[in-house]
């Protein structure tokens, strides 16, 4: 079973970058699709974007797209979402999770979760 841990959040001001981290342990991550997530207070959780197990196809959130980029090292376990030109609206929890089955913006299909980082971008 993949276990994911998250890092890299913080506090960030708006227009700044970050770069999370998710390693995953076990042997099979290269088999597992990988998606980040996000999740502000009283809001729902929600896509941010995905990746393909091989790293061949990438999915991003309409809000996301030209300011983030995921990618993945199948070699050390790990995924990555680099995110700039923050805004405020980018605070949130930003969840880290695996699909055994195909790259998904939905979280039903993922089914190992991270415990995620906080992400606070400030005006």
């Known amino acids: 079973q993949v276990q994911l841990v998250e890092s890299g959040g913080g506090l960030a001001q708006a227009g700044g970058s970050l770069r999370l981290s998710c390693v995953a342990s076990g042997r099979t991550f290269g088999h597992y699709a990988m998606g980040w997530f996000r999740q502000a207070p009283g809001k729902e959780r929600e896509f941010v974007a995905a990746i393909s197990a091989n790293g061949g196809s990438r999915n991003y959130a309409d809000s996301m797209k030209g300011r983030s980029t995921i990618s993945r090292d199948n070699a050390k376990n790990t995924v990555f979402l680099q995110m700039n030109n923050l805004e405020p609206e980018d605070t949130a929890v930003y969840y880290c999770?695996?699909?055994?089955?195909?790259?998904?913006?939905?979280?039903?299909?993922?089914?190992?979760w991270g415990q995620g980082t906080q992400v606070t971008v400030s005006s």
């Open positions: 999770a695996a699909s055994p089955l195909f790259i998904s913006t939905m979280t039903h299909n993922y089914n190992i």
